[in-house]
C-alpha cells in the first residue's frame, strides 16, 4: 500500500497558517522554487538539505495547504496548490512572489 | 526620560519576518484595526485582553518593521506603516487585508 498525506480542502486553508508556512527562508525559497514548474521531486528541493529538513519544511507547507504531495514509488513530487490560494488569498502570493529573494 | 522604541529601517524589515508577524490571528486582527486609522491607543487594540499580551503582540509588529509605537505619557500610540510596507513589499498588505476576517 502507498504512502498517502492529507491535504486541507480550499475551505480549511486559513490566511494565519499560510502565513506562518511562507515565514521561514527555506520554505520561502521553495515556495519561489516551485511557482515555476508543474511539479518538483522533493530531492531537488533541498539541495545538500538533509531529507528530514526538506521532509520536514514540506509537511509544514502541504498541512497550510501551499503545496500538494504525490507519492510516486520512493520519490515525492512537490507542487504549488496555486489556484487554490489564488481564490482564496487572491494577490497574495503574487506580492509575495514579486518580492526579490535575499542573500 | 522618556521611554524609546527601536524600529527597523525599511531596508532592514525582511519579508520572513513580516509574515511571521502576520500569521498571527491577534496580530492580524490588530493589523486590521490599525488599517483605516492613523494610530490607535495601545490599550484599544486588545480590549479584555491582558496589558502584557498586548504588548507582546505589538512588540513582535513592530520589531518586524510592520507597526510604529510612539510613546505618549503612560499611553502608547500604535500606527500601520503602511507606506514603508507598500514600498517595500507592494500589494502584499492590501492582498492580506482583502481577506474577510474568520471567526
Do not use: Q
Request: net charge neutral; aromatic share 4%.
Amino acid at each position: 500500500m502507498g504512502r498517502t498525506y492529507a491535504h486541507p480542502e480550499p475551505d480549511d486553508i486559513h490566511l494565519p497558517r499560510v502565513l506562518f508556512a511562507l515565514s521561514d527562508p527555506m520554505r520561502l525559497g521553495m515556495v519561489r522554487l516551485l511557482a515555476g514548474r508543474e511539479a518538483v521531486n522533493s530531492l531537488d528541493l533541498g539541495p545538500g538539505i538533509p531529507k528530514s529538513t526538506v521532509a520536514h519544511h514540506t509537511r509544514i507547507l502541504r498541512e497550510a495547504g501551499v503545496t500538494r504531495t504525490r507519492p510516486d514509488g520512493r520519490a515525492c513530487w512537490i507542487s504549488l496548490r496555486r489556484d487554490v490560494l489564488d481564490a482564496r488569498f487572491p494577490g497574495l502570493l503574487d506580492a509575495i512572489l514579486a518580492v526579490e529573494a535575499e542573500a
